[in-house]
């Protein structure tokens, strides 16, 4: 069955740290991927996304994230946390070749210290 | 515009009762799937829907049904609950990219909170 892998469970930062999540993924055939973020007591938000073209991708808030294939990563990065970056964020990827079927990581827990 | 909303936001069911959760969208997306939200596991797929009249498995469907007759509407139902299935569900929408190409971003409901007892 395809998977989506997040190895850090909970991460824990001082304010202005750089961050760097991994995501690895289990499918072998063209993927789009996304990063969501879940603030405490919002929404699942989009971070960003992946469908084609630049591997290197930015989305809001000063995130990014590169799409290595041989690696089957999508890691998420950013160069210096807020406090405000405290949340949960979760790595999503299509499971089918019919890229509708979306499974999610189990996420990762960010706390950032003041 | 309401976008994905969820009802209800709270149940507390007893072992073998049956309920239905509801999912709305007024986005007129084709996508619609339903999420469970487990400390420690992340989101995972229960079923979703390419379309009216159309529904798929996703990864933990044992134990839920759904249907599709609306465009609008995704029902989830758990015929028997079960403490297993004490979670938080989640709804999202999506329109495809492209005819063929999968979805898009996906717009999430605000969660349904259910405990079984």
């Known amino acids: 069955a395809q998977s989506v892998s997040q190895h850090n469970h909970h991460v824990i930062l001082s304010e202005a740290a750089s961050l760097e999540l991994g995501c690895n993924y289990s499918?072998?055939?063209?993927?789009?991927l996304f990063w969501y973020v879940q603030y405490p007591g919002q929404h699942l938000q989009l971070l960003l996304k992946?469908?084609?073209?630049?591997?290197l991708v930015k989305g809001i808030k000063g995130f990014e994230a590169e799409f290595i294939k041989s690696k089957f990563s999508f890691n998420l990065r950013k160069p210096s946390v807020q406090w405000s970056d405290t949340a949960e964020y979760f790595c999503?990827?299509?499971?089918?070749?019919?890229?509708?079927?979306?499974?999610f990581g189990s996420g990762t827990r960010l706390s950032i210290r003041p | 515009n309401a976008g994905v909303t969820q009802t209800p936001k709270f149940r507390v069911l007893k072992t073998g009762q049956s309920m239905t959760l509801l999912c709305a969208q007024d986005?007129?997306?084709?996508?619609m799937y339903w999420y469970r939200q487990d400390p420690g596991m992340g989101l995972r797929l229960i079923h979703y829907?390419?379309?009216?009249?159309?529904?798929a498995k996703g990864e933990v469907p044992d134990g839920y049904n759904v249907s599709r007759l609306k465009k609008q509407n995704f029902l989830l139902g758990l015929e028997s609950a079960a403490p297993s299935q004490t979670s938080v569900y989640f709804c999202?929408?999506?329109?495809?990219?492209?005819?063929?190409?999968?979805?898009?971003?996906?717009?999430f409901g605000a969660g349904s909170r259910l405990t079984v007892l």
């Open positions: 986005m007129n997306h084709e996508y």
């Open positions: 829907s390419v379309g009216e009249g159309t529904t």
């Open positions: 499918y072998g055939g063209t993927v789009n």
């Open positions: 999202a929408s999506s329109y495809p990219r492209r005819k063929g190409m999968g979805a898009n971003v996906l717009t």
């Open positions: 992946y469908f084609s073209g630049d591997p």
């Open positions: 999503a990827v299509n499971a089918d070749s019919s890229a509708s079927k979306i499974i």
